[in-house]
């Protein structure tokens, strides 16, 4: 079984829509992340959170917001999706200095 | 100004050459450097870190230049498998870190 786990894989929706992208990890790091990942702009990271009562903005929050529930869960919310939020996005976990990714949510925004 | 950078690529080689990818940064006080390998379509996964006094895994070596603020991968005796793309990282403070785009490597038979 996979250590990190996004869900959903991929998600169409459309402009304006609530959307909730989960991953979970069995990996038992106090660190997460999400990301997002687009062509000709590399990984950009979102959020982070280093234990269940930390959260901390990323490079590009605005339009984002999270949630850990749990050491294991890190919920990514786009609360009103727009266009330019499509993506493939990524949570991953660190046992510092690596990181360990999720298998990615592809996600687009019509 | 992009605080990595690498040559996109493609760089397509064929088997058994060696190849070498260079990284630029930006930010002199990055202290921590890698480079992930990320296959079509699926997540990043740590290839290796990067030492200041170079280091080496298998057919894989890497190198640190913080005077001129680069680091690169070199590869040799290329594989089929090696075909991915290939992204730079450096860390600054905590938990800074900062991916490059990626140098595609294609290897042909």
């Known amino acids: 079984d996979a250590d990190v786990t996004q869900t959903p894989r991929n998600r169409i929706t459309k402009t304006g829509k609530r959307i909730m992208l989960e991953c979970s990890q069995t990996?038992?790091?106090?660190?997460m992340y999400w990301y997002r990942q687009d062509p000709g702009l590399g990984l950009r990271l979102i959020y982070y959170?280093?234990?269940?009562?930390?959260?901390n903005k990323g490079e590009i929050s605005d339009g984002y917001s999270v949630s850990r529930q749990a050491q294991a869960k890190f919920s990514l919310s786009l609360e009103s999706a727009i266009p330019n939020q499509t993506a493939l996005y990524f949570c991953?976990?660190?046992?510092?200095?690596?990181?360990?990714f999720g298998p990615g949510t592809r996600l687009t925004v019509l | 100004r992009k605080e990595v950078e690498q040559d996109p690529g493609p760089f397509n080689v064929p088997e058994g050459a060696t190849v070498a990818f260079n990284c630029t940064y930006s930010?002199?006080?990055?202290?921590?450097f890698f480079w992930y390998r990320q296959d079509c379509r699926k997540e990043p996964k740590l290839l290796m870190s990067?030492?200041?006094s170079g280091n080496e895994d298998g057919r894989f070596t890497a190198q640190l230049n913080r005077a001129s603020q680069y680091i690169s991968l070199l590869i040799r005796d290329s594989k089929l498998s090696d075909s991915a793309t290939y992204l730079c990282?450096?860390?600054?403070?905590?938990?800074?870190?900062?991916f490059g785009t990626g140098t595609r490597l294609t290897v042909i038979p």
């Open positions: 990996k038992g790091h106090d660190r």
């Open positions: 990067v030492y200041s």
């Open positions: 930010n002199s006080a990055s202290q921590s």
């Open positions: 991953a976990t660190s046992d510092p200095p690596a990181q360990y």
């Open positions: 959170s280093f234990d269940v009562k930390d959260i």
């Open positions: 990282v450096a860390q600054t403070g905590a938990n800074n870190l900062f």
